[in-house]
């Protein structure tokens, strides 16, 4: 998977830098423990860490087109790219020699070989940056669906850029400032493309290339979702849904290192572990899979609005269905507490924590399975393509002016609690919410002729295929690559989701249920109790001691000189403990509880990384 970094000075001899260089680079150690390595020119410098899964040997980096001489082009990269057999096989016809079995060098040949035009034809997840030593050009290239992340830092004569945040704060021309929008962004649950916090830090946008020359900063769109109309009946729709899961999981099967599968109990790792399985049997083997729960999660468990019944149970039917190697991760509320956990996710988020448990339990569950494997498949996205969220299927949600993922932060009480420490006010979120929603529908391709109830429905899902789920993709990422786990994901390969995506909303729940065409299309190799299982979202806490223990965080901020308070009143944090004890844990990530795990996280945040706030227009 690996992480990568650099840096490109049009007025600077880069290679009399080098330390800064290697010191990006040594940021992303945690991406790829197996290997490291910079290259450098006059102009650019190149860093890569290595996660060895495909050609353990051969596919080392940076990686040049030659073995002597001065190279046409030399590429930092990281991901996968399931079809590069195919890729390899053109190339190979075109005179092509390759020294290596790796896919890295599949994707430099098909840059020197289509030029820029080659991104269009890579399926994975990546993020790369090639440096063409004849045009003296950098250009940066993220997946379509921003799997893998990317960002860059514009100077006075270049460009830093990096995996993540802390490789290009690491360089001494990048300041770790954060403004007011910085701000409207980690609070106002947004998630815009190619904003990143930072002041002067950019993502690449999915399924864009950026390219850096001497004339400056372009921006090319080779890939964005689009509307068509959809002329298959429902049985051929199934049937098509189906054929592309099967091509889509046996691809990502492809692995020199052990690959085990992340199983929930429910329908998205169920089917993609299902899927797996049967793949794999013809050569004897059994997936692996690994689920997460809490020491006493059973006992003490609430049903609620977000959460009808606890996984094991369904973990249990699927795997004697499935028939895999199994392994349950029990955590207990201790190590989510835990100091050097806490201080782990935030330094693999370089931001403060969105759904805060969550992301301490991710870490846990992905340390405990690297210890045993080095890739896993996961269900992530499935959702947000077949609409399986409450909030899809909300009347007032799907009404609502704005992101339909606020409602539920809204009922469990989240957004309550952030006016209350008054940063709602204070930062204006509710008309920057607004202006980024307004932004979000202006982005939607229309189909001409649609009702508008299936007008509203394509809304919806292109939001949460461009917005909430660079969230998710993120978060997963970052903390997944924290323990040196590559994890792929299946339902964002961008063939299904152009084909879902323009799937008529009435087909898409043509039972009357939440995700009904994945249903459909796998309800052969699954339980009938995962089929018809509800959506039921990945596990939180309801231990009443974690949210104790938060109380006393919170209670301290107010009480100290917490540069928190440079922000926020201590009165608003005092407010937040008004609310009976207990309130807070049945919502868990939705309510007032993740307010408070950001408080204490934007206090550890700015003391860590010295960042500096400037006001409004500053």
């Known amino acids: 998977m690996c992480g990568i970094a650099g840096w490109v000075g049009y007025s600077h001899d880069v290679s009399e830098h080098q330390d800064s260089a290697r010191a990006m680079t040594a940021t992303m150690v945690c991406r790829g423990p197996d290997a490291g390595g910079v290259w450098t020119d006059r102009h650019a410098a190149l860093g890569h860490r290595r996660l060895a899964v495909i050609d353990i040997e051969g596919g080392r980096q940076p990686m040049t087109s030659g073995e002597s001489g001065t190279p046409q082009a030399v590429i930092t990269y990281s991901g996968e790219v399931y079809n590069f057999p195919e890729l390899r096989q053109e190339l190979t016809s075109r005179g092509h020699r390759f020294r290596t079995a790796s896919d890295t060098e599949v994707v430099l040949r098909a840059y020197l070989e289509w030029g820029e035009s080659f991104a269009e034809r890579l399926n994975g997840m990546f993020a790369f940056a090639i440096w063409d030593t004849r045009t003296e050009e950098l250009l940066l290239v993220r997946d379509r669906m921003g799997v893998k992340p990317l960002l860059y830092y514009p100077t006075d004569d270049g460009v830093l850029f990096g995996s993540e945040p802390k490789a290009i704060l690491a360089h001494p021309l990048a300041e770790a400032v954060v403004d007011a929008e910085g701000l409207r962004e980690v609070f106002g649950l947004t998630m815009t493309p190619e904003h990143a916090v930072f002041r002067g830090m950019y993502e690449v946008r999915p399924g864009t290339m950026v390219r850096i020359s001497r004339r400056g900063v372009q921006k090319i769109r080779y890939w964005q979702l689009e509307s068509r109309p959809h002329t298959d009946d429902l049985d051929t729709t199934v049937g098509h849904v189906r054929e592309l899961l099967d091509d889509i999981v046996r691809r990502q099967l492809v692995s020199d290192v052990p690959l085990c599968s992340l199983l929930s109990g429910g329908l998205d790792s169920s089917a993609v572990t299902a899927l797996a399985a049967r793949a794999l049997a013809p050569e004897g083997k059994r997936i692996r899979t690994f689920s997460v729960d809490f020491t006493g999660h059973a006992e003490r468990f609430e049903a609620n609005a977000v959460w009808e019944a606890p996984d094991a149970p369904f973990v249990r039917e699927a795997v004697a269905h499935i028939g895999t190697d199994h392994e349950d991760i029990v955590l207990d509320n201790a190590e989510l507490l835990s100091p050097k956990v806490r201080a782990s996710v935030l330094r693999a988020l370089d931001l403060p924590t969105v759904t805060g448990d969550m992301e301490y339990s991710l870490y ?85 002729g649609e009702s508008p109830q299936e007008a509203r429905m394509r809304e919806i899902s292109h939001l949460h295929l461009t917005r909430f789920v660079n969230f998710l993709l993120d978060r997963k990422d970052r903390i997944s690559m924290a323990v040196g786990l590559e994890v792929r ?104 509880r993740a307010v408070m795990e950001r408080m204490v996280d934007l206090d550890t945040w700015i003391r860590d990384y010295g960042i500096r706030f400037v006001p409004e227009g500053g």
């Open 489 to 592: 994901v299946p339902f964002c390969d961008h063939r299904l989701v152009e084909y879902v995506f323009n799937t008529p909303w009435a087909m898409k729940t043509f039972d009357g249920r939440e995700k009904s065409l994945l249903r459909a299309a796998t309800q052969d190799v699954l339980p009938a109790s995962i089929v018809q299982r509800k959506k039921s979202p990945y596990p939180s806490t309801q231990d009443i001691e974690y949210e104790r223990a938060l109380r006393g965080r919170i209670a301290d901020l107010a009480a100290g000189d917490s540069p928190v308070l440079d922000l926020v009143d201590p009165a608003g944090l005092r407010r937040l403990l008004e609310k009976p004890e207990g309130s807070y844990s049945i919502g868990g990530p939705y309510s007032g």
């Open 364 to 448: 846990l569950l992905f340390q405990a399975v690297r210890a045993r494997s080095t890739v896993a498949l996961s269900g992530e996205s499935a959702d947000e393509l077949f609409g399986g969220y409450s909030h899809f299927h909300d009347p007032e949600a799907v009404s609502a002016a704005t992101f339909p993922w606020h409602l539920p932060y809204r009922r469990a009480g989240g957004q309550d609690a952030l006016r209350t420490t008054g940063l709602w006010d204070r930062l204006d979120l509710g008309a920057y919410i607004d202006q980024r929603y307004k932004e979000a529908l202006a982005d939607v391709p229309a189909l001409p």
